[in-house]
């Protein structure tokens, strides 16, 4: 399958002069499969058998399997740096975990611009990640944007 020709390959970047404190960016939902659960876990090298093997999961009191702090620290980055655009150069990702993210629920990303630099174009974003428990991963994203928008 093509893309349209009037489609860019690539993304284009955000410029550090479009954005305010308080801009809001489009919610991100990300099914919650087993498979998305495992496949991460053992893509980041976490072998622990909370994040594969059910059985085990529940006897140390789990529900199920649980997504792993590395997965939701990468969903946490792509879901800034799809909005950031591929010039976008993330400086620092803060989050805290809270409710796990079990098979079969979705999570929403939300995010807000928090801050602005204007002596490095760094912006702060607080982001949250929330699932039919409540908030799974909370924090702040640091990104370097670049002074032009780049197409």
């Known amino acids: 399958m093509s893309r349209p020709?009037?489609?860019p390959a690539v993304p284009a970047t955000r410029a550090y002069?479009?954005?305010?404190?308080?801009?809001v960016l489009p919610d991100l939902t990300i099914p919650v499969t087993r498979t998305l659960i495992v496949a991460t876990a053992l893509?980041?090298?976490d072998y622990q058998d909370?994040?594969?093997?059910?059985?085990l999961a529940r006897e140390r009191g789990s529900q199920d399997i649980f997504m792993n702090i590395l997965t939701s620290n990468g969903l946490v980055d792509r879901y800034v740096t799809g909005w950031a655009g591929p010039a976008g150069v993330v400086q620092a990702i803060r989050i805290r975990l809270g409710v796990p993210n079990h098979p079969g629920d979705t999570m929403v990303l939300t995010g807000t611009v928090t801050g602005k630099s204007d002596a490095d174009r760094h912006v702060d974003i607080a982001v949250k990640g929330t699932n039919s428990l409540g908030a799974h991963?909370?924090?702040?994203?640091?990104v370097r944007l670049p002074e032009e928008a780049t197409p």
């Open 50 to 55: 909370v994040h594969h093997d059910p059985e």
């Open 5 to 7: 020709p009037d489609t």
């Open 137 to 142: 991963v909370t924090g702040t994203v640091t």
């Open 43 to 45: 893509a980041s090298r």
């Open 17 to 23: 002069g479009e954005v305010a404190v308080g801009d």
